[in-house]
């Protein structure tokens, strides 16, 4: 086992309560598994999936209050749903777990939403307008890129893409450019699972007013909470390690101004209509139970298939930062509890040796997406970027042979030997 990274959350941390309905709750699985949720009027054990549309008043009165925001209450699914706020508070409360930020504890709200692209598109809409620009990194999840580069430029929203590890060129870029609004961050990113560093981006950003987003989904709550350094926003796919197991598409987008995000994102969120829905709401609450201990198997595996990997005669390169040879280690060492379940490789014999290669698995799956308990492989070149020019490609780090991979949570002999035999 690599002792740089201890993979542990309970060890030697102080207590911090950041939910006070949470006080009892002192170790990492015990919010995962009971944050969030609220007694059932029936006495059912879980959340049901509350699949209505609307809710009912007693009487007309009541409507009133509910719509003048006097009563809480549930209104209309679009707007809300209680089987969303049970996985909502959960992630939140997850998110801000024992985090704290100049001092004092963090406070979080989330909006379930139908995608995590759904939750990046509400949070584009909620932080920008014409005329407005959004710094990023080059290395980021294929949707969104495609959302900032084609979708919002011609409704006047610009961007400059840059390599986010040059902090004097993105400290150039923040004080030259007064009409970047938005610092849009994704760490660690595909397929070359480069990281940037979180909290001097978001201390640059807040010397020039500008608002951060972190796109949290490749290191989970459990390993990395952006929070933690100031950032606004935090976005997740859920349809990853969140829900854990493959079974939903779904999104949050959260804020640390809880109050923004009981008014005006509350009301973008709904008036936009990317809303979740319940019965994927209720297999993302369950997922989420088990986080803390997926996430330690993924994650040992992971390490024992890079070393592997890295000793291998038909390998030329692996990404991972749990491996001396990264060049963003000493980030993710500073701002993740663990490398992750994410890597990729190259493999020595290019474009027919990638499909040589998924073709002889046997037991990991030939697919994409991640996220999921079983072992995940790709191989862009072939299927992702099939389509894309190969100067493009080269940009993002995708050779011919490169295999992504998201380690699952199998034996750990079983996969090895299935890659072992497909290596061969
Ligand atoms: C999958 C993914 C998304 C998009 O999420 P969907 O749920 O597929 O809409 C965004 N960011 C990252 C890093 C992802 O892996």
């Not at 037991?363 to 997406?369: A, G, I, L, P, Q």
Request: aromatic share 8%.
């Amino acid at each position: 086992m690599d002792k740089s990274f201890p993979l542990s959350a309970d060890a030697h941390e102080d207590i911090i309560i950041n939910h006070p309905e949470d006080s009892v709750l002192s170790g990492w699985s015990s919010v995962a598994v009971h944050s969030g949720h609220k007694k059932d009027p029936n006495y059912a054990h879980l959340v049901p999936i509350y699949a209505s549309s609307t809710f009912v008043y007693d009487e007309a009165e009541q409507g009133m209050r509910r719509f003048s925001g006097k009563e809480e209450g549930y209104i209309y699914s679009r707007w809300g749903n209680p089987t969303f706020s049970e996985a909502e508070n959960k992630i939140a409360a997850l998110e801000t777990f024992r985090v704290k930020y100049n001092g004092s504890p963090v406070q979080a709200k989330g909006i379930l939403h139908a995608s995590g692209m759904a939750a990046i598109t509400t949070l584009m809409v909620a932080t920008l307008k014409q005329g407005d620009k959004i710094l990023t990194h080059f290395s980021l999840y294929g949707g969104t890129e495609e959302l900032i580069t084609n979708i919002l430029p011609p409704l006047g929203i610009g961007h400059t893409i840059t390599d986010l590890r040059d902090l004097n060129k993105a400290e150039d870029l923040l004080r030259k450019d007064r009409s970047i609004r938005l610092l849009y961050i994704e760490t660690p990113a595909n397929p070359t699972i480069q990281c940037v560093d979180i909290e001097e981006l978001a201390k640059l950003a807040s010397q020039y007013n500008v608002l951060v987003a972190c796109d949290n989904t490749f290191a989970t709550p459990y390993l990395q909470q952006p929070f933690r350094y100031g950032v606004d926003f935090v976005i997740h796919s859920t349809t990853k390690f969140l829900n854990g197991h493959g079974t939903a598409i779904g999104g949050i987008l959260l804020a640390r101004n809880t109050e923004l995000m009981k008014t005006r994102l509350r009301v973008l969120a709904k008036t936009l209509g990317g809303n979740a829905n319940p019965f994927d709401a209720f297999m993302l609450i369950n997922g989420m139970k088990t986080l803390e201990i997926r996430m330690v198997r993924h994650c040992q595996n992971a390490l024992e298939v890079a070393h592997f990997l890295e000793n291998h005669p038909s390998v030329s390169k692996v990404n991972y930062t749990g491996l001396e040879s990264h060049p963003d280690r000493n980030i993710a060492l500073k701002q993740m509890r663990h490398p992750g379940a994410m890597m990729s490789f190259e493999l020595k014999k290019g474009l027919q040796g990638g499909i040589d290669f998924m073709n002889k698995l046997k037991m990991c799956v030939r697919t994409v997406s991640l996220g999921t308990c079983d072992t995940l492989l790709s191989h862009p070149a072939s299927m992702t970027h099939y389509s894309v020019p190969k100067e493009e490609k080269e940009k993002y780090g995708i050779t011919d042979g490169l295999i992504r991979m998201n380690v699952g949570i199998e034996n750990i002999q079983d996969i090895l030997n299935d890659l072992n035999q497909a290596l061969k």
